[in-house]
């Protein structure tokens, strides 16, 4: 199993530009999440997913955009990137069943200039 | 919202002595977790709580939560320098929502 993957592992924006953040689990979790770490500083929760067509708000979800189209996949869609969007992004997975322990990717180190 | 506060923000202590994070919500948790990041790392999970008044040990590390549910601590005796990173807490009232601490960066100084 490769757990948790994150594509790209770093990527350069300007400003106003758009991109999709990918993530993608096989350990069939039915719970995803993205959160975002600013330099220093905790992880912010963006948006969560309980389940394939179910997604919900976290507490900074304000410039980005999610689906969950499948089990497997949840992308984060950033539209019209600010410098303040500028963070390390962590995608993370985890099933009711498997006691609720969160697996996380390698993250993603996004600039925005 | 549910906010989640950890104290202290940052912890410098000399090899061989103990350490403790203390983690407070604003509200009642279902459970606690309790994550580990090395630097330029991501978060692995140590540990879950979800009984109040639950102690738990891993070798050098304590963790207990709250009889109210609301509080936790992560007690490490004898630092490592291994033990280098920063602790967070993490956790949420039912609904999966899981949010996180604002973490404890403790230093180990050999």
């Known amino acids: 199993n490769a757990g948790v993957t994150q594509t790209p592992k770093f990527r350069i924006l300007k400003i106003g530009q758009s991109m999709t953040l990918q993530c993608t689990q096989d350990m069939n979790h039915n719970y995803m999440y993205w959160y975002r770490q600013d330099p220093g500083m905790g992880l912010k929760l963006i948006y969560y997913s309980v389940g394939a067509g179910i997604t919900d708000k976290g507490e900074v979800p304000n410039g980005y955009n999610v689906s969950r189209s499948t089990t497997e996949d949840f992308p984060l869609r950033l539209e019209l990137a600010a410098p303040s969007q500028t963070s390390v992004y962590f995608c993370a997975s985890s099933s009711w069943d498997r006691g609720e322990k969160l697996f996380f990717g390698s993250g993603t180190q996004l600039s925005v200039l | 919202g549910q906010q989640v506060m950890q104290i202290p923000q940052y912890q410098h202590v000399q090899e061989g002595e103990d350490f403790t994070t203390y983690c407070n919500s604003s509200t009642t948790l279902s459970n606690i977790q309790w994550y580990k990041q090395r630097p330029g790392g991501h978060p692995v999970f140590l540990i879950q709580l979800v009984k109040s008044g639950e102690v738990k040990k891993q070798k050098r590390l304590t963790f207990q939560f709250g009889e109210a549910k609301k509080n936790s601590s992560l007690h490490i005796t004898a630092t490592q320098t291994t033990d280098v990173g920063t602790y967070f807490c993490?956790?949420?009232?039912?609904?999966?929502?899981?949010?996180f601490g604002t973490g404890t960066r403790l230093k180990v100084l050999a």
């Open positions: 993490a956790g949420h009232s039912g609904t999966y929502k899981y949010i």
